[in-house]
């Protein structure tokens, strides 16, 4: 659901953005794999496709026991930290490669503008910023998107906290008052 609520966010707060910026009356932004059977050369479209997701190891182990209002202390299984790796494409038809650049151009404006979101109706936010890759593995990349390359920016969707807050084990905490020697 996280992946999903987030990319859903993105796309829409982009696409209104864009939308204002150059006057579109359509939703330019959509959430698509780039795969060669699924894209049109025509779509002239910003194509939002997940391509890795990883384990944030920089915030420790979380091992999910808390104290629960002063004489029960509950665990749970600890929560993870997870980063999205989000792949923002201008799939434009050849004709339009200039209107790609600038289109693009524009993502890179909102992104940098709008690194720290906060999704509504939810307690959830996140950050994002651009990832650099070498020529090589920006070959490797497209390689495994299809072959065809696109105006692109990777970027990583940072430290998201999955916790499914689900109780394992409730138990009495025992103090010195509670215990007769």
Request: proline share 3%; charged share 15%; glycine share 4%.
């Amino acid at each position: 659901l996280m992946m999903y609520t987030i990319l859903s966010f993105l796309s829409a707060s982009l696409s209104d953005y864009l939308r204002t910026t150059f006057l579109f009356n359509d939703d330019i932004v959509s959430i698509q794999p780039l795969n060669s059977d699924g894209i049109s050369e025509s779509s002239n479209k910003i194509y939002l496709t997940l391509v890795n997701v990883e384990r944030e190891t920089g915030h420790g182990i979380q091992f999910g026991q808390s104290k629960n209002s002063g004489s029960y202390s509950q665990k749970g299984s600890p929560s993870w930290m997870m980063n999205f790796y989000v792949l923002f494409s201008a799939v434009f038809s050849e004709k339009q490669y200039e209107e790609s650049l600038r289109v693009l151009s524009a993502v890179f404006t909102y992104l940098q503008s709008n690194n720290s979101f906060s999704i509504p109706q939810s307690s959830g936010s996140f950050a994002i910023e651009p990832v650099n890759m070498s020529f090589n593995e920006l070959s490797n990349l497209w390689s495994i998107l299809g072959g065809s390359y696109y105006p692109s920016i990777l970027s990583k969707i940072r430290a998201l906290n999955i916790d499914s807050e689900e109780i394992n084990q409730l138990q009495r905490v025992i103090d010195r008052k509670d215990a007769n020697i």
